[in-house]
């Protein structure tokens, strides 16, 4: 993607969490990542360790020493945090906040996204100078989110937004689904089976069984490989009965 906010990790403290925040961002096709001031230096092994195949990632984030310089190129920037902070600042969920901000990329603005330390978020002076603050809806009981957790999903939302999304799908497998001519004789074939074993009795509602069963057929979302069991699951019963007899 050419057009995507920058994720910034304001004073990171583990390493690992600096990974896990990259390999959260890969996931979602995110990969502008630039960090503030970490805890424990850059570059750091145990980020690359825990970013595993996002380590591409790592390797192009850019450091800075301040919020400040981090976000000097951003047209518009959203903080995250999880406790209001008394300041007259627009408050958007993570999935209005994406939506936002796709539309402010799509005009061409550049946009960035704040994420503060694990200890305890963002200060109070990095959130000052962000446009719009975003606020997870968690359990206000316990609202702390990891770092590479509040990432994931702002990624995630991110990516809901910039991509096309299949909210559901049945895969029919490498056949492909069984085409009304295959169902048809699949029909057939049951038809003359139970035909011949007298299942359409009595005579006066053998025609409404039949369409029963036709109706049956085609409600089923068959694949090509389902046709197929069917006629095997039915010629072994009519090889075992005859065996048999």
Not at 34 to 56: C, H, K, L
Not at 118 to 143: C, K, Q, S
Request: proline share 7%.
């Amino acid at each position: 993607m050419t057009r995507q906010p920058d994720f910034v990790l304001v004073r990171p403290q583990m390493g690992e969490n600096i990974g896990a925040a990259a390999r959260a961002m890969w996931n979602f096709g995110l990969d502008r990542m630039r960090i503030v001031s970490p805890r424990d230096g850059w570059p750091n092994p145990a980020a690359a360790a825990m970013a595993s195949g996002a380590g591409r990632l790592l390797d192009t984030a850019q450091l800075f020493d301040d919020t400040a310089a981090a976000i000097d190129d951003a047209t518009h920037v959203y903080a995250t945090t999880a406790r209001p902070r008394g300041m007259t600042t627009p408050v958007m969920s993570p999935e209005r906040a994406m939506q936002d901000a796709a539309l402010r990329l799509a005009g061409g603005e550049r946009v960035s996204v704040l994420f503060g330390p694990e200890r305890a978020g963002l200060e109070n002076d990095d959130i000052a100078r962000a446009n719009t603050i975003i606020t997870v809806p968690v359990n206000p009981a316990f609202p702390s989110l990891n770092l590479a957790q509040c990432v994931l999903l702002t990624a995630y939302e991110w990516r809901r937004q910039a991509a096309e999304v299949t909210h559901e799908a049945v895969v029919p497998g490498p056949d492909g689904w069984a085409e009304a001519g295959e169902v048809e004789r699949l029909a057939e074939h049951y038809e003359e089976r139970l035909t011949e074993a007298g299942f359409f009795f009595p005579e006066h509602k053998a025609a409404s069984m039949r369409r029963t069963l036709r109706n049956l057929w085609s409600r089923m979302p068959l694949t090509k490989a389902d046709v197929r069991i069917f006629h095997g699951i039915l010629r072994q019963l009519v090889r075992d009965r005859d065996r048999k007899t």
